[in-house]
Every structure is written in C-alpha cells, then in structure tokens.
C-alpha cells in the first residue's frame, strides 16, 4: 500500500477513538495528545471532528466518546457470522458446567471478545463483547499467538507492553515463546493467576473447516471453586468437544 493512498486525518481519529476505554472514559486534549502522540493542535482537531459527527461530546472540560460508536463495532458484528454461530454454543456450556465461556479473536497484541456467556463475575473488570485483555497473559491469547508462525508471534510481543500483573505473570520473550511451544503441542491453555490474582482459566483454538484458526474459546473461573487440573479434568473436554461442533459450522 502507498502512503498516497491512505488519508491520515481519519487514522488519526480512529487512532482517538481508541485512547478511550473503560478507565479512561472521560480525556481531556491533553490526556489525547499525550496517550496518541499527536500534537495539541491534531488532538483537539480529531476530537471536535468526532463531536461534529456525533460520537463524542464535550462538557467544555473533558471529551467522552457517545454510544454512536458502538455502530463502528456493529458494523463488523454483523458483517460476520462467527459471533452469532458461536454463541449458542457458549450459552450450553455454560449452563451445563455453572461457569462463564467466551470466544475472542486476536487483534494486534490484543484480544477482542466477539461472544459471552456470563454465569458469574470472574474478573474485577467488567467483561462484555468488545472488551479488549493483552493476549500474552489471557489463555485466548496465548491460543491465538501460539496458532500463528513463530516469528510474527515474537514480534507481536516484542510490540506489546509486557506488565507483570500478578507475580505469576510470564513477561520475558523467551518464556512467552517456550509456552506458546508448549500451547501448540497441547492444543490448549491453562492460565493459573496470571492475569488477575484468583482467576484461572482454560482455552483452546477454533478451527473453521479448513483448519484455519479463526477464534479461540475459554472458560474462566474462580480460583477458590475450581483447580487446575479440574479445568483439564472436567472443562477441557467439553470445550474440545465445542471446537469439533464449531468446525463443522464454520465454512
């Protein structure tokens, strides 16, 4: 692709879009300018453009993003079958096992969940469809990172702010990659606290017809009502049993 064929204002707002999120649902031209790495002047431009548009507005103080947005992300919802065929799928297994399932796919160094079945709170953020984890320490992004080929998954972590969350928490590049080998050769991940202190959880990648890896699924629990290996005992199967349904339905 040529640069000439890109328009920059508009990566530039969508760039803007993105600083927003569930901690930061409320940012000054100051706070987008530093968080963007645009100039001042670029920031407050991008933003009064999304005012004008309807996706944000502003107190005279601070910019906040308008649920216009929110028709962004429909747009690729519903131009996709994957959530709507995957779904259901989740809704059974988790009133079948009593805990929360979901589906994510991986977007840069991050995983996006595109389906969610909640039984119960897991997490002490909120997750929802569109809700975005760091794939290096979520089991869906370790499935996600395993299923591509080494070099491009080395990159994304290299690219990727790589926080130590709990004191489990793998960080180092030569440990992420010796556990995505491992991931690989085991066809799932088993995340024991790394994320959040208290939480484990289990995943395992969706294949389409072609065996390509479109998603990943995973069940998140409470430490305190369920074990490692009960995850592996009494879920992994019927997650794997989830992926061979999915396989025959997605083309």
Request: net charge positive; charged share 25%.
């Amino acid at each position: 692709m040529r640069d000439g064929d890109l328009i920059a204002g508009f990566v530039k707002g969508l760039s803007v879009i993105e600083t927003f999120d569930q901690q930061r649902h409320k940012l000054s031209i100051a706070d987008v300018a530093r968080l963007t790495g645009l100039e001042r002047a670029s920031a407050r431009r991008c933003l009064l453009t999304l005012v004008h548009g309807g996706y944000a507005e502003f107190d005279g103080k601070f910019f906040r993003l308008t649920p216009r947005v929110l028709k962004l992300g429909y747009a690729y919802l519903s131009s996709t079958p994957l959530p709507g065929i995957i779904q259901p799928y989740l809704e059974q297994l988790s009133e079948a096992i009593h805990e929360s399932s979901s589906a994510s796919i991986l977007d840069a160094s991050e995983i996006v969940y595109v389906a969610r079945s909640a039984q119960r709170r897991v997490m002490l953020i909120g997750l929802n469809v569109g809700s975005r984890l760091p794939a290096y320490c979520a089991s869906m992004g370790r499935v996600l990172l395993a299923a591509l080929p080494e070099d491009q998954a080395r990159r994304r972590l290299e690219a990727t702010k790589r926080e130590k969350l709990t004191p489990k928490t793998l960080t180092g590049i030569g440990e992420l990659m010796k556990e995505l080998g491992r991931v690989r050769s085991q066809g799932y991940a088993l995340m024991d606290e790394e994320l959040e202190i208290g939480l484990r959880s289990i995943a395992v990648p969706i294949f389409d017809s072609r065996g390509s890896v479109v998603a990943a699924a995973n069940v998140g629990v409470q430490a305190s009502r369920m074990s490692s290996e009960m995850l592996i005992s009494d879920v992994l199967p019927r997650l794997l049993a989830l992926q061979v349904e999915l396989r025959k339905l997605l083309g």
